[in-house]
T-cell receptor, first 113, second 106 residues
Framework: NAGVTQTPKFQVLKTGQSMTLQCAQDMNHEYMSWYRQDPGMGLRLIHYSVGAGITDQGEVPNGYNVSRSTTEDFPLRLLSAAPSQTSVYFC????????????FGNGTRLTVT | KNEVEQSPQNLTAQEGEFITINCSYSVGISALHWLQQHPGGGIVSLFMLSSGKKKHGRLIATINIQEKHSSLHITASHPRDSAVYICVDGSEKLVFGKGTKLTVNP
């Protein structure tokens, strides 16, 4: 099993550009989620999904869109990148069952100039 | 929204010392995660617990639901334990503590 795969690892965007961060898992997990990590702020939840076709907002959803058309994939879209979105982004998944651990991707470092 | 507070923010220890990291939260939860983030950035799950105590090697995690408090202990600490340790409210909308940066010197 590959676990949780995030691509790309690094990305530089200009203000106003759009892009999609990819997240895929091969563990048949129902729960998937996106976070951003900023210095001094800890990890903050952007969006999450409890199954295919179901998404919901987290703590910091503005400027980001998600969809969950399959169990395996949970892409994060930046529609019009802003410098405030410079951050490290992590995707995670879990089975959603009680006492099931979180599995994290390796992160994407995004810089918006 | 649950507030998850960790202490201390930074911790430096000598190899072999017993380490304790604390986590408190404001709203009752059904489960809590402990994560470890390596200096390279990767995040791994250490524990998920809803009551009592769990042990894995030199790591022990405890939770007191009534007191809204959890602790992570590391026995016989080693430089390879140097990392950031993060506690997480394990509800549907995960809420993360800001992390405790542990440095273990040889």
């Amino acid at each position: 099993n590959a676990g949780v795969t995030q691509t790309p690892k690094f990305q530089v965007l200009k203000t106003g550009q759009s892009m999609t961060l990819q997240c895929a898992q091969d563990m048949n997990h129902e729960y998937m989620s996106w976070y951003r990590q900023d210095p001094g702020m800890g990890l903050r939840l952007i969006h999450y999904s409890v199954g295919a076709g179901i998404t919901d907002q987290g703590e910091v959803p503005n400027g980001y869109n998600v969809s969950r058309s399959t169990t395996e994939d949970f892409p994060l879209r930046l529609l019009s990148a802003a410098p405030s979105q410079t951050s490290v982004y992590f995707c995670a998944s879990s089975s959603g069952q009680k006492n099931s651990p979180l599995h994290f991707g390796n992160g994407t470092r995004l810089t918006v100039t | 929204k649950n507030e998850v507070e960790q202490s201390p923010q930074n911790l430096t220890a000598q190899e072999g010392e017993f380490i304790t990291i604390n986590c408190s939260y404001s709203v009752g939860i059904s489960a809590l995660h402990w994560l470890q983030q390596h200096p390279g950035g990767g995040i791994v799950s250490l524990f998920m617990l809803s009551s009592g105590k769990k042990k894995h090697g030199r790591l022990i995690a405890t939770i007191n639901i009534q007191e809204k408090h959890s602790s992570l202990h590391i026995t016989a600490s080693h430089p390879r334990d140097s990392a950031v340790y993060i506690c997480v409210d394990g509800s549907e909308k995960l809420v993360f503590g800001k992390g405790t940066k542990l440095t273990v010197n040889p």
